[in-house]
């Protein structure tokens, strides 16, 4: 559990430092930390799935939901700044030019997510398998529908 907790601690605070030297970022490094937090948080996604098609370890669902809210909770979309809607050199991006465009559906997709990470974060602390597997298909729509609408297929 202090394992856990350390290293879930140490993200956010990696998070904090990384949010507050964006002025700095090129185009290229956006997209690569933004990258990373989804694979964060896939990584997250997998280890809760694991746990609701298996053995359910209701910490370890509990850990893996607060780094799913906190990632959310840390202002990615500063992420998205101006070049950063297209390949930077090798540097690759799935994210559709639409979304560039399109703020306000975004941001209302974002805030969806961000409230179902949240959910998903208390409910897992209360423990309850059938709740958090609800919890946790909310999120996964919400993760959907921004894929749907603004990644483009690989």
Request: aromatic share 6%; proline share 2%; glycine share 10%.
């Amino acid at each position: 559990m202090n394992r856990i907790l350390a290293s879930t601690v140490l993200g956010i605070a990696a998070l904090g430092v990384a949010s507050t030297a964006l002025a700095d970022l090129k185009p290229e490094e956006q997209i690569q930390y933004r990258q990373a937090g989804y694979s964060f948080m896939s990584w997250n996604m997998g280890k809760i799935k694991s746990n609701l098609e298996g053995d359910y370890n209701a910490e370890q669902v509990a850990a893996a939901a607060n780094a799913i809210a906190a990632i959310a909770n840390s202002g990615m979309g500063a992420l998205y700044g101006p070049g950063t809607d297209k390949d930077v050199g090798n540097v690759k991006t799935r994210v559709k030019p639409e979304l560039f465009t399109n703020m306000e559906d975004v941001g209302k997709i974002a805030g969806n997510f961000v409230a179902a990470a949240d959910n998903l974060s208390k409910v897992a602390a209360g423990g309850d398998q059938v709740e958090v597997s609800n919890a946790f298909g909310k999120l996964g729509e919400t993760c959907k529908a921004c894929h749907d609408e603004y990644r483009m297929k690989d």
